[in-house]
């Protein structure tokens, strides 16, 4: 079941979210490919911050806990957070699985942009502060931004 809900997370506490990602401390690595299915031929990259993979990976893992519970996670498979560059022309991505059993997704977009996350059915618009709760082993797409210096969201794959 797809669900979106606008002014997802307290203000306050998404403004801290915001301030430690946005901040010149919060490490990012890059990957030369957006997921499985792209070309590796393509020239779209994006960066990334592990929080959790089988264990926490970021220091940073215990200031996401109150989001956590706040979705209701059972148990973790992964957590990440995404920066997606600006792009001249808006690019979609190859569609792809997060993982190939059944799973809850989440994705708490970060900041207002033209990007969008493309779902069997819909377009969600990258809206701050928005929540998209999804079956993420069914495809779905990314999108780079053209209005923006680079879409951000927060993407969580739990049971």
């Given at each position: 079941m797809t669900k979106i809900v606008d002014n997802f997370l307290d203000i306050n506490y998404f403004n801290k979210i915001k301030e430690l990602v946005f901040g010149d401390n919060f490490?990012?690595?890059?990957?030369?490919?957006?997921?499985?299915?792209?070309?590796?031929?393509?020239?779209?990259?994006?960066?990334?911050?592990?929080?959790?993979a089988e264990r926490p990976n970021s220091e940073h893992f215990d200031f996401f806990k109150p989001l956590f519970d706040k979705i209701g996670v059972k148990q973790l498979i992964r957590v990440k957070i995404n920066l997606y560059p600006r792009s001249e022309t808006l690019s979609v991505n190859a569609p792809h699985v997060d993982f190939n059993y059944t799973h809850k997704g989440f994705i708490l977009?970060?900041?207002?942009?033209?990007?969008?996350?493309?779902?069997?059915?819909?377009?969600?618009?990258?809206?701050?502060?928005?929540?998209?709760?999804?079956?993420?082993?069914?495809?779905?797409?990314?999108?780079?931004?053209?209005?923006?210096?680079?879409?951000?969201?927060?993407?969580?794959?739990?049971?």
């Open positions: 490490s990012w690595y890059y990957n030369p490919q957006v997921n499985q299915d792209q070309s590796k031929d393509s020239l779209n990259f994006y960066m990334t911050h592990l929080i959790f977009y970060l900041n207002t942009c033209d990007g969008y996350t493309v779902l069997k059915d819909r377009k969600v618009e990258s809206i701050e502060n928005r929540a998209l709760f999804f079956d993420s082993s069914i495809p779905h797409s990314s999108t780079t931004c053209t209005n923006v210096t680079a879409r951000f969201n927060m993407n969580i794959n739990y049971i």
